[in-house]
């Protein structure tokens, strides 16, 4: 469950993900490199093992929300968890490809977001089919999970964002971290850093700054009120 944005900079992007999760939840692992078929860098959902953000050695990037285009009804048990659907898909030389060819039965709805060779892909999953299109990447898009978030809402996020953009015309890392912890309008259960009791909350917030100049994953575990900025080389991995 998350929102996710993308913004392009003078020379690449930014792509930023707040992780919206159960209260109940452990708190994930630290970004570190990982070993698949390729070298992969993301936070590690402590249970199931899983992610919703990852950052390829070669800069490629990816997003998981929970949900496609509507709020859906759960139907567990599922075959595998998104998390790791998403990190077989992600692994591949060409994910976009593989997210058309995957088997996905008995897998629960899911969107991605995709940044592969400089291009940027929405990949959508509604439990019976696929769906897939490219999207300018050189303009800034918001996504709200739609598990959590009716259309009216995410509207309004989305206009929140705009009108973000309009006093922030050229943002940096600084200015979208801030957006991510404060936008809204005092609505906690609604605003971009959410809180709905004792039931879910903004546990995370993460940016992939993908540049000419190189690559990095900043990671804000808001739960235990601790940031991370992995090492970028890859030569230390951890085991999967």
Request: glycine share 6%; hydrophobic share 35%; with cysteine.
């Amino acid at each position: 469950m998350c929102t996710v944005t993308f913004v392009p900079a003078k020379t690449g992007c930014f792509i930023a993900s707040n992780r919206d999760e159960k209260h109940i939840r452990r708190a994930a692992l630290p970004p570190q490199w990982y070993k698949h078929n390729c070298r992969i860098m993301y936070p590690k959902d402590t249970d199931a093992g899983g992610t919703w953000i990852a950052m390829k050695d070669n800069g490629d990037a990816a997003v998981l929300l929970n949900g496609a285009f509507i709020k859906h009804e759960a139907k567990p048990p599922y075959r595998k968890s998104r998390g790791l659907i998403f990190l077989d898909i992600v692994e591949e030389d060409a994910p976009v490809e593989a997210f058309k060819i995957i088997p996905l039965n008995n897998i629960e709805p899911f969107t991605l977001v995709f940044f592969v060779n400089n291009t940027l892909y929405e990949c959508r999953w509604d439990g019976n089919r696929k769906y897939l299109r490219r999207l300018q990447g050189n303009m800034p898009h918001i996504w709200s999970s739609a598990t959590l978030y009716d259309d009216e809402v995410i509207e309004k996020r989305r206009r929140w964002f705009d009108e973000w953009l309009r006093e922030n015309p050229l943002p940096g890392k600084s200015d979208i971290i801030h957006f991510h912890r404060f936008g809204g309008d005092g609505d906690a259960q609604n605003d971009i850093r959410m809180s709905r009791g004792n039931m879910y909350c903004t546990v995370s917030i993460t940016v992939m700054e993908i540049t000419g100049a190189g690559n990095s994953m900043h990671y804000f575990d808001l739960k235990n009120n601790k940031s991370f900025t992995p090492q970028i080389d890859a030569r230390s991995l951890a085991a999967v």
